[in-house]
């Protein structure tokens, strides 16, 4: 314990750095600071020297090495997947839907199977440095119940989709769960909810309407794919003679509470319909170049105002839940696709990976920055080794050089949940073996 002054208030902890990286103002980068944490919350952020001075901690942590910065926020997944790792790769994304992962999910998905699933990927998530993710998959209940063992945050999708599964029989009955869900987890300090409508072409005019409908009434987000494939696009034309977004845009969906996934087929008009209604876009390129669905936009939507979060979709799709991995490739993608090394520089990644993702989901009040009276959501990044070094400018190295095997410590809400390494809430053997368990189950297709 650290004993300060007499005068010197009374904290929970400390934790000091070489750097400390806010990510408000954008680019700040301070030297030898420090993060001060109170009652789950972020009380101050100040000079090592005047921490230490002002404030008696019951615990300080020195990472004298460290870059200290705010959880990463991955903004779309699919968590329960991490049990299909790699069992379908390189494929088209239709060819790999229909002819292995949908059957899986209709032989395989269970509460158990979500659990586990969910509890891997959030071990996963936690030991890279991520502390909240955005989820769409079947047994919320069953999401949110392994986020809370783990002690990562959650905003978990009430999925609705026009076929029946082992979790609901049809739209009603997906509706119907997933406000029954979301009344149970509405005051959960770990837990938010969004309605997740799967896709445009597996949900009907009329559930959307429903939704739109219900989100307005529960305040929540709207979490949904959207323009992944040129396919995705020409079949909705050659259907219904408009583009999804049009139809979305008809059916009242384009607002501030429309989360809209991979948007890898936009034309410049509708780069300025997104922009007019606020509506946030989610990118995961490395889900995207794996199934080569296309390239999501992200300087032209940065330019017009689009705000653009990062995802790195589930793991049987990239196959990793690695936000380093996906800041340094949305970085370097968007400079190849608009053919300028200026576009989304490294500080702008940070924050997609952060305070963009925390605004999307709707909590950028609490998430995503590291100011005073935010949640303590705080990680650590050893940027000491060789492979880092030298240091001209920490974000620089976050992005383009470190990767998440520097993370040696994760606070949830002041909760150390990773500490040198070890993750802490987590039993990593017991969840190897599951895995091991379902990995024999599913290959036996």
């Known amino acids: 314990m650290y004993t300060g002054t007499m005068s010197a208030q009374a904290v929970d902890l400390i934790v000091t750095g070489r750097w400390v990286v806010p990510v408000e103002p954008e680019g700040t980068v301070l030297e030898h600071h420090a993060v001060v944490v109170d009652s789950g919350r972020i009380a101050a952020v100040l000079p090592?020297?005047?921490?230490l001075r002002n404030y008696t901690a019951r615990e300080v942590v020195a990472r004298d090495r460290h870059a200290i910065i705010p959880g990463l926020v991955n903004a779309h997944t699919h968590a329960a997947?991490?049990?299909?790792?790699?069992?379908?790769?390189?494929?088209?994304?239709?060819?790999?839907?229909?002819d292995y992962i949908w059957p899986a999910e209709r032989k395989w998905v269970s509460p158990d199977f979500v659990r586990d699933g969910t509890l891997l990927a959030a071990a996963e998530m936690l030991a890279g440095g991520t502390t909240c993710f955005g989820d769409m998959f079947y047994f919320p209940d069953d999401v949110a119940r392994a986020a809370i063992a783990a002690g990562i945050r959650a905003v978990v999708g009430m999925i609705v989709i026009e076929f029946p599964s082992a979790y609901a029989s049809d739209c009603d009955d997906y509706l119907r769960k997933g406000i029954d869900f979301h009344d149970r987890y509405r005051d959960h300090p770990l837990v938010r909810t969004a309605l997740a409508p799967h896709a445009p072409y597996t949900v009907s005019d009329e559930a959307l309407g429903r939704i739109v409908t219900y989100a307005a009434e529960l305040n929540v987000p709207v979490h949904m794919h959207v323009h992944e494939t040129e396919a995705e696009v020409r079949e909705s034309v050659a259907r219904i003679g408009a583009r999804p977004l049009k139809r979305l845009e008809r059916l009242g969906l384009l607002s501030p509470q429309l989360m809209a996934v991979h948007m890898t087929q936009l034309e410049q008009h509708e780069i300025a319909v997104?922009?007019?209604?606020?509506?946030?876009?989610?990118?995961?390129?490395?889900?995207?170049?794996?199934?080569?669905?296309?390239?999501?936009?992200v300087a032209r939507l940065a330019a017009a105002g689009v705000n653009v979060a990062l995802g790195t979709d589930g793991a049987a799709s990239n196959n990793d839940l690695d936000m380093f991995g996906e800041m340094r490739s949305a970085a370097l993608l968007a400079k190849a696709v608009a053919g300028d090394a200026s576009a989304v520089p490294a500080a702008a990644a940070l924050r997609m990976a952060t305070l963009n993702g925390a605004r999307a989901l709707g909590l950028e009040d609490l998430l995503g920055?590291?100011?005073?009276?935010?949640a303590a959501d705080v990680v650590a990044v050893d940027l000491g080794g060789i492979a880092t070094q030298p240091i001209y400018n920490p974000i620089s190295h976050l992005v383009y050089a470190a990767g998440r095997h520097q993370v040696t410590d994760v606070w949830v809400a002041g909760r150390h949940l990773l500490r040198g390494g070890e993750l802490l809430t987590v039993d990593e053997i017991d969840l190897a073996q599951r895995a091991s368990q379902w990995h024999d189950r599913l290959a036996a297709r």
Do not use: I, T
């Not at 090592?48 to 921490?51: H, Q, Y």
């Not at 920055?369 to 935010?374: D, I």
């Open 48 to 51: 090592a020297a005047a921490a």
């Open 274 to 297: 997104l922009a007019a209604q606020g509506v946030h876009v989610l990118h995961c390129p490395e889900s995207n170049m794996k199934l080569a669905s296309g390239f999501c936009p």
């Open 369 to 374: 920055s590291l100011l005073p009276g935010k």
């Open 81 to 98: 997947m991490s049990l299909m790792r790699g069992y379908a790769d390189d494929l088209p994304l239709m060819q790999w839907l229909k």
